[in-house]
């Protein structure tokens, strides 16, 4: 599967027909545009139980990087259609494999991010693959999220977990960064004996370091969207990346941020 040389991402599929918005399910599935799923950069080989991505705190920060991946953009396709996707190119595009690459695939992909050529298989013959440039009325239908969204168009997982596993593996991620934090707030963070100041202070903390961990990917984002290639109407990208972390699931970070803080 082709990768967008100017966004890193994967090509969305063109499909002839737009009017198939409507259908349902199973006439119209969900493609994920990272796969193969058991590919060991993406969920591996054995799938998690389900009271893990309930707990995502609980997978190994390698494993649930792979895993927010898989989940961070698709598309719903007829059927027909993402079956010969999937024969055309069964294996699948070139997946990020370091920590860092996993994390900025994430976050363009859950942003918005969308290339203007869009990838053309009912045409492909002789090996030539075929791109389709989509003007601006053609892409904001194509980028539409009824139709390019996350995960949670898919069948066995609820759509929650795919928040929790997405925003957990956005927060630890920016945990492991390096953080100038000053020391009279990392005291109270590990010693205070007041809930309220506690998640006050954490609450604090973790964004200072999301600020951290999202910073060299915002210029990008930023000169992506003026090529035109965020989809119409998106947030900037750090009010896109903070809609996947739920305020009630912030403090299940504490654990690991507390383990850095320790250890700093």
Sequence with gaps: ???????????????????????????????????????????????????????????????????????????????????????????????????????????????????????????????????????????????????????RAYQDKAADQRRRVLGNFFLRYAIKQDLNIAKNKIDEFLFTTNDDRLRLIGHEILKEAMEVSIAPVVPIYRDLKLQGMVRPGRPDLRTSVWKYIHPDRREAAFRVLRKKLIAA
Aim: with cysteine.
């Design 1 to 151: 599967m082709p990768t967008d040389e100017i966004t890193g991402l994967p090509h969305i599929i063109y499909p002839p027909d737009l009017s198939y918005v409507n259908a349902s399910y199973p006439e119209v599935t969900y493609h994920h545009h990272f796969y193969n799923r058991r590919h060991p950069d993406l969920e591996g080989l054995k799938s998690l139980p389900g009271h893990l991505l309930d707990h995502p705190e609980d997978i190994p920060l390698p494993r649930i990087a792979g895993l927010a991946v898989r989940m961070s953009r698709g598309q719903r396709l007829p059927t027909e259609l993402h079956r010969l996707v999937h024969n055309t190119f069964p294996l699948g595009p070139e997946l990020p494999h370091t920590l860092e690459d996993k994390f900025v695939t994430t976050v363009m992909a859950c942003s918005g991010v969308v290339s203007r050529w869009a990838l053309d298989v009912t045409t492909n013959h002789d090996d030539a693959i075929k791109y389709v440039y989509m003007n601006d009325d053609v892409f904001r239908r194509m980028a539409s999220p009824r139709l390019l969204c996350t995960e």
